[in-house]
């Protein structure tokens, strides 16, 4: 049988239905891209709004002597003109991110097939192909979503641009948008951060560095990796030299010249974190929070800087004390020996700085011992250091334990092992020869708080209320209302003198009770549990009896003391009742501190306020507080005389550790029942200071948890720097006051050359009439020594 084959005709026409196929299909196909394409392009942000684009710009907090003090911005840039960016800078990142950039309509088709070519031959996406207009329609027009039509609304966006604006102003929007690594937005902040410098100082070195981060700003950031920055660097100024911008021996020079890493003193947000948290609620409420974080506020405070840093520094200080006396809690936790090395990594991406700093603390981990020193190995991200036996001596006898996991029962928890986590501060930097020296350290639980004012302007002029703000953002020194303890009894003596009582009334320091309201007895209770006889109200106050102060408050009222203590300025709730003798009334530091305020300051009450002043970022002023109009609330009489007995506290009594700061010093410890709570609140003419010492959930501070022990230190630490920059100055007894000898056993007048005489002050009309004599010097009652106007006391 013959077979047929096919016809032409048949094989035409099978041809020519694939070619029509075909054809409508890429019809089809055109279509359907066009129209997604127009379907993009309708939905694609305005290109037109960048002529008027504003970078969000730091908002700056500048302290009483324009010192920057905090900043507030979600990315932290600083604008700069084009016009002030060196010329170098523009083509060295032109060399490095888009050399056709002043040649392409923002897209470089030539680039991108350079690009595809070297990926297909290293089979791996090795270079990329985005202009920098291409790169300022990412950051600033588009979400970062990774999708091909991304790709796609750049491209469009990109041309759009380029018709719109000039080179200029899209390397204006590129060079002050673009992450350049350390926390750095544009090219200003990070001239600050790497080498300390406005951006029109840099040098090529410098700027060819800078140029090279864009690709990986935490691969090649000079601070962590400075060998890998070197080569991307040598990268830079080799494409610099292709495009002609520099010449070899310029490029040479560059690669020689040293790299100083000097990062511009920065505004340290952490040591003003609790008062820049203060001030961000009222900005926040009052100007919301695009114009608070993008708005580049200038906000101008009564903080002072010096003293700021000292309060911070000087409560972590006190607090670590504080925290040592109650132990070695042991390690935060035990390793594996295979979860050391990921764990250290963790550590090391966390440390921001080429080197560990001396003083500064870190989480490391123990990775052996030296037994015949009784030294532990700790390995601190990549660096390697010892701890000595000296430097955990703090922490008693501590086992260390040559294998990994919790050591047992018998070191309680303790004990070091391999793998343990523990916290050391940096005695000493490594250094080629040696590893670093450490100390153990801890965070401590205890918390504390210090509210400084100026009392004469009411300027608050630091505020810590914390130990770590990033762990707690609790103000204790505003939120926290705690009972004040025998830190209120100058509130109720300053009431008593109102009353007519005065430094020399005697008063029996003896056992006594009173009804409870439930049936029983309160038996109040002196803090040495002992009882010393007649005393007068001076030594009471010295010695911080509790039997004396219930006394006095049973003799004036509770009542009217309590209205007593609103007048000086006390918001929260005050009991009426004799408790309130022994500091009942739950309040803040802030409050406490600025009622003793009224005593530093004759009297006077002057509202304590913040912000002196606020402009927008071209400067207009958008608000201006008002000096405080200052309110007599209490006699310039009262106020001095109180102040004079509390000079007795810190000369001869229970302050005597704020004497260290050598000139004329008026304050008052307090102690709750358990030692729960630590106070001290003193003052000079100045500058007015209170702390508050104790746990969140309330339980003892232990041994050495007294006011005169937590408390008075940290704010002699304070004040010592405090005050280096005030004059000293004696308090100034009004012309309404007088002094007299006394005997300070009997509380009456005693002749001139009396033995055992002292001086006393009192409001004129209430010195005693009638005379007394002493015997001898043993009469002074408990050391008292004589108060002398115009004379620092005798100090312990």
Not at 158 to 184: T, V, W
Not at 200 to 213: I, R, V, Y
Not at 614 to 627: A, I, K, M, Q, R
Not at 747 to 776: R, W
């Amino acid at each position: 049988m013959e077979r047929k084959m096919p016809s032409r005709t048949t094989n035409n026409s099978i041809w020519s239905t694939v070619l029509l196929f075909t054809v409508t299909l890429a019809v089809v196909a055109l279509l359907g891209i066009s129209g997604y394409v127009f379907y993009l392009m309708a939905k694609l942000p305005r290109v037109d709004r960048l002529t008027d684009y504003k970078p969000p710009i730091v908002s700056q907090v500048f302290g009483d002597d324009g010192t920057l003090v905090g900043e507030f911005y979600l990315e932290r840039r600083i604008v700069v003109p084009v016009n002030k960016m060196p010329r170098k800078l523009i083509q060295a990142f032109v060399s490095a991110e888009d050399s056709n950039f002043y040649s392409h309509k923002g897209i470089d088709y030539l680039g991108i097939i350079r690009a595809a070519g070297k990926n297909i031959i290293s089979m791996s996406k090795k270079e990329g192909a985005s202009t920098i207009t291409q790169q300022v329609a990412k950051s600033m027009l588009l979400t970062p979503e990774k999708k091909f039509s991304r790709k796609i609304k750049e491209a469009i966006l990109a041309k759009r641009m380029e018709e719109r604006l000039s080179k200029d102003e899209i390397l204006y929007l590129y060079l002050n948008q673009i992450y350049l690594g350390s926390g750095s937005y544009g090219v200003q902040a990070a001239a600050e951060n790497y080498f300390g410098k406005n951006v029109e100082q840099l040098n090529l070195a410098e700027m060819s560095m800078l140029a090279g981060l864009p690709k990986a700003p935490n691969s090649y950031s000079p601070i962590k990796h400075l060998d890998k920055a070197r080569d991307r660097q040598a990268y830079v100024l080799e494409r610099m030299i292709s495009e002609g911008y520099i010449t070899a021996v310029e490029a040479d020079h560059a690669k020689k010249n040293p790299i100083v890493l000097q990062p511009m003193k920065k505004v340290n947000n952490e040591q003003s974190a609790y008062f820049l948290e203060y001030l961000r609620i009222h900005l926040e409420q009052k100007y919301g929070e695009d114009q608070l974080y993008k708005g580049g506020l200038k906000i101008y405070t009564t903080m002072n800087a010096a003293m700021q840093r000292a309060a911070y520094d000087s409560l972590r200080k006190g607090l670590k004390e504080v925290d040592k006396r109650q132990g070695f809690r042991g390690p935060i936790k035990y390793l594996n020996e295979t979860d050391v090395e990921s764990f250290c990594s963790k550590i090391e991406d966390s440390i921001d700085s080429a080197t560990l700093k001396t003083g500064e603390t870190y989480q490391g981990v123990v990775v052996g011992f030296n037994p015949g020193r009784g030294d532990a190995l700790v390995r601190v991200g990549e660096r390697n250091g010892v701890l000595s036996r000296k430097n955990m001596a703090w922490a008693g006898k501590v086992g260390m334990i040559n294998h990994y996991g919790k050591p047992d029962k018998g070191h309680k928890g303790r004990g070091l092992t391999l793998g343990s986590v523990i916290e050391v501060s940096v005695v000493s930097p490594e250094t080629d020869k040696e590893g670093a020296q450490f100390a153990l350290d801890q965070t401590p639980e205890v918390q504390a708080a210090l509210v400084s004012i100026d009392p004469r302007s009411g300027g608050i002029k630091a505020m810590v209320g914390g130990y770590d703000f990033k762990k707690s953002q609790f103000n204790r020194a505003i939120q926290a209302k705690r009972n004040a303890g025998s830190a209120f009894k100058p509130i109720i003596y300053a009431a008593a003198l109102d009353k007519g009582l005065t430094p020399a009334t005697i008063i029996e320091d003896a056992p006594v009770e009173y009804p409870d309201g439930a049936g029983g007895l309160w038996k109040p209770q002196n803090y040495d549990h002992e009882f010393r006889g007649p005393v007068t109200m001076r030594e009471a106050l010295t010695y911080s009896i509790n039997i004396v102060s219930v006394k006095i408050m049973e003799q004036i009222g509770a009542p009217y003391t309590a209205e007593y203590a609103k007048k000086l300025g006390f918001t929260s709730p005050i009991p009426a009742n004799l408790a309130l003798a022994l500091g009942a009334a739950s309040v803040s530091p802030f409050e406490l501190t600025s009622a003793y305020a009224v005593f530093a300051n004759n009297g006077i009450l002057t509202p304590p306020y913040y912000i002196t002043r606020v402009t927008d970022n071209e400067g207009n002023s958008l608000e201006t507080t008002p000096p405080p109009v200052p309110v007599p609330v209490i006699s310039p009489e009262t106020a001095y005389v109180i102040t004079n007995l509390m000079q007795s506290v810190v000369s001869s009594g229970t302050g005597h550790r704020a004497s260290i700061i050598d000139r004329p010093v008026a304050g008052k410890t307090g102690t709750t029942n358990g030692a729960k709570d630590a106070w001290f609140v003193g003052y000079i003419p100045q500058l007015v200071t209170g702390v508050w010492v104790g746990y969140d959930q309330e339980r003892s501070l232990g041994a050495g948890g007294s006011g005169g022990q937590a408390a008075a230190p940290i704010w002699g630490d304070f004040m010592q720097q405090a005050v280096l920059s005030l004059p000293a100055e004696d308090f100034t007894a009004p012309e309404n006051v007088s002094f007299v000898l006394i005997n300070p056993r009997t509380g009456k007048l005693a002749k001139e050359g009396t033995v055992g005489a002292v001086t006393e002050c009192f409001i004129k009309g209430t010195e005693p009439t009638s005379y007394d004599y002493l015997l001898n010097s043993t009469d002074l009652p408990l050391g008292l020594k004589p108060v002398i106007p115009g004379a620092i006391l005798n100090k312990n």
